[in-house]
């Protein structure tokens, strides 16, 4: 038991966590010589020359459909469920110094699942919250993230202040050179079992045409086929915590679970192709085997999980 929550809170935190600061990897060497191209999409892997500073911005969405699989209690069958995500971001940066820059936006993800009547599991898990953070450039080899994200957390069937969360995001990339870089952070959020968790990542192109990427939530090694085209093999986590509604476990008939948190977990494996129609934007697709699924009320201990099934997942990336 102990090692799967362990593994729930690398999810959690370093979802977000990696998410803004794999954006960072692909500067030049000295990233304090000039103002830090902090938005572009990183189709072609190699470092490259930033921008001119200035406001920019990032927007994302995405959908994936995982297949039916069976779902137990134990040894208690709950049927099939599956699962769809959908997810939308978008976030601006604003240079306030040559080396600092404020982040302000927002992100919504939402969770839906397909269950059999009155299984303990809920129907949909979804976050709508702010982003609130800062950028800096500490010296030629180091940068730095921090963002809150305030927001509702929850099953959003009877939303109260017992749904708002505020997680933490703290990450430093330091630059060995601009092939290789380290990643290094932790996640502060107390709807999870571990509040506060440590976490670590690299990234190094080792060919010109071909990326290790080992950083979560989606650590992957990617090859380059063109300037426009690049396909990846590797794997995902997807997930959160959020707070289901005071009745549920009273519907579900275990009144334990009744406001309980829930952490739920996906660990995906599969391949996909990144295509840069415009310098702008990109569009991404995947597919694969979902080959882990838990549902996870560690306050109440009580678990599911579920069997492997096929996903397919679709995303659309712009930074400018």
């Known amino acids: 038991m102990t090692t799967l929550r362990v593994t729930n809170v690398c999810l959690i935190f370093p979802i977000l966590l990696w998410t803004g600061l794999g954006q960072l990897c692909a500067q030049e060497k000295n990233p304090a010589s000039t103002s830090p191209e902090w938005m572009k999409i990183d ?84 976050s709508t919250a702010l982003v609130l953070g800062v950028d800096a450039v500490l010296s030629e080899k180091w940068l730095m993230r921090l963002d809150f994200q305030p927001g509702i957390y929850s099953d959003f069937e009877d939303i109260s202040s017992d749904d708002f969360h505020v997680p933490i995001l703290l990450g430093f990339s330091y630059f060995v050179d601009s092939r290789l870089q380290w990643i290094f952070g932790a996640g502060i959020g107390f709807f999870n079992d571990i509040p506060v968790f440590p976490a670590v990542g690299v990234r190094w192109q080792f060919d010109d045409d071909w990326t290790l990427n080992g950083i979560l939530p989606k650590p992957n090694l990617v090859y380059r086929i063109n300037e426009q085209l690049s396909a990846s093999v590797g794997g995902e986590l997807k997930g959160g915590s959020f707070r289901m509604s005071e009745d549920f476990g009273t519907i579900v008939g275990n009144p334990a679970l009744n406001n309980a948190i829930i952490s739920y977990m996906e660990i995906r494996a599969g391949a996909g192709l990144v295509y840069q129609f415009h310098p702008a934007v990109a569009l991404e697709a995947d597919a694969g085997y979902m080959v882990y699924r838990r549902f996870d009320y560690f306050r109440a201990e009580t678990t599911m999980r579920g069997d492997p099934a096929p996903y397919a997942q679709l995303g659309l990336k712009a930074k400018f």
């Not at 969405?61 to 959908?86: H, I, P, S």
């Not at 936006?105 to 009155?118: I, K, L, Y």
């Open 43 to 126: 189709t072609d892997e190699e470092a490259k020359p930033p921008r001119k500073a200035g406001v920019s911005h990032s927007a994302s969405v995405e959908y994936t459909f995982v297949a039916k699989a069976e779902v137990r209690q134990g040894e208690r069958d709950l049927g099939d469920t599956d699962a769809q995500f959908f997810g939308l971001n978008y976030v601006s940066s604003v240079p306030v110094h040559k080396n600092w820059q404020i982040r302000a936006g927002v992100n919504w993800d939402r969770f839906s699942f397909g269950n059999t009547p009155n299984a303990p599991l809920p129907d949909t898990l979804q």
